[in-house]
């Protein structure tokens, strides 16, 4: 599947920036989510080999030029040349630098998929703040039981902020995001319009991880940064500013 030429362009529009990961689902809709997934790793390493392959055959090619250059003038004058290995050294050290920065870049790059995979931290229903009542959706929850928690809040007529709140982390566990996403913000306007905290600090968080799924990167770093500047946040120690600066790298590309 992967030598499909359509498929190729699609992931070379994708790593170019023309559209968001969030519309990979519309763009190749006969396959799963985890297939889309493969697909993008093996592109993102077939490009880093290139780029690598491109610096190590320029240190290869000034090598054989100036061995060349070497034998051509011992040829001519008929004894031994004086290499010009100062010229040589300097030169071979630049495209060294720039194979190191380039290494190095790679090394810092992060793809959404892997940043969404290194931020996550599983939400265990023990640091529920509510009451000690056990609900039918919480129960579902505890047993992993997602899609059907996701059918029973789909026909709640009344749905509180807990429901809400554990609707939307079975999406998100679902890989469902642009569905998980739209729960986590309706929680975050809950909790701006009538300045409560309950849900507050797991919309902000889960809510941003949905973002970077969806491709919404500014938004995603929006939130993220409300965490990481709150030394009370419920998950502040899960936010690096490592982190940060990487989403603001994946947003320097983000089309929206």
């Known amino acids: 599947m992967t030598n499909d030429l359509p498929i190729e362009s699609l992931l070379d529009d994708y790593f170019n920036g023309e559209f968001p990961a969030s519309e990979w689902q519309n763009r190749l809709p006969g396959y799963t989510e985890t297939e889309i997934n493969?697909?993008?790793?093996?592109h993102r390493a077939a490009m880093v080999y290139l780029q690598r392959a491109s610096v190590l055959n320029q240190v290869q090619s000034i090598h054989h030029q100036f061995?060349?250059?070497?034998?051509?003038?011992?040829?001519?004058?008929?004894?031994l040349f004086a290499f010009p290995w100062r010229k040589f050294l300097s030169v071979a050290a630049m495209l060294i630098i720039i194979a190191g920065s380039f290494l190095v870049y790679q090394q810092r790059a992060v793809s959404p998929e892997q940043l969404y995979t290194n931020l996550y931290s599983d939400y265990q229903l023990s640091t529920f703040r509510s009451?000690?009542?056990?609900?039918?959706?919480?129960?579902l929850y505890a047993e992993g039981r997602l899609a059907e928690l996701t059918a029973v809040y789909s026909k709640l007529e009344l749905k509180g902020r807990k429901e809400d709140f554990l609707a939307a982390i079975s999406l998100l566990k679902l890989q469902e995001f642009p569905a998980a996403?739209?729960?986590?913000?309706?929680?975050?306007?809950?909790?701006?319009?009538?300045?409560?905290?309950?849900f507050?600090?797991?919309?902000?968080?889960?809510?941003?991880?949905?973002?970077?799924?969806?491709?919404?990167?500014?938004?995603?770093?929006?939130l993220l940064s409300l965490v990481k500047a709150d030394k009370e946040h419920t998950y502040y120690?899960?936010?690096?500013?490592?982190?940060?600066?990487?989403?603001?790298?994946?947003?320097?590309k983000d089309p929206q």
């Open 237 to 252: 120690d899960k936010v690096s500013e490592r982190q940060l600066k990487q989403l603001l790298q994946l947003a320097g």
């Open 200 to 222: 507050r600090d797991e919309a902000q968080y889960y809510g941003a991880l949905a973002k970077i799924r969806t491709g919404k990167f500014r938004e995603a770093y929006e």
């Open 181 to 198: 996403e739209n729960i986590f913000e309706k929680l975050l306007e809950n909790t701006r319009q009538e300045d409560a905290l309950l």
């Open 67 to 79: 061995l060349a250059e070497k034998n051509s003038l011992q040829r001519n004058s008929g004894k």
């Open 38 to 42: 493969t697909l993008v790793s093996r």
């Open 131 to 139: 009451e000690s009542r056990t609900s039918e959706m919480e129960s």
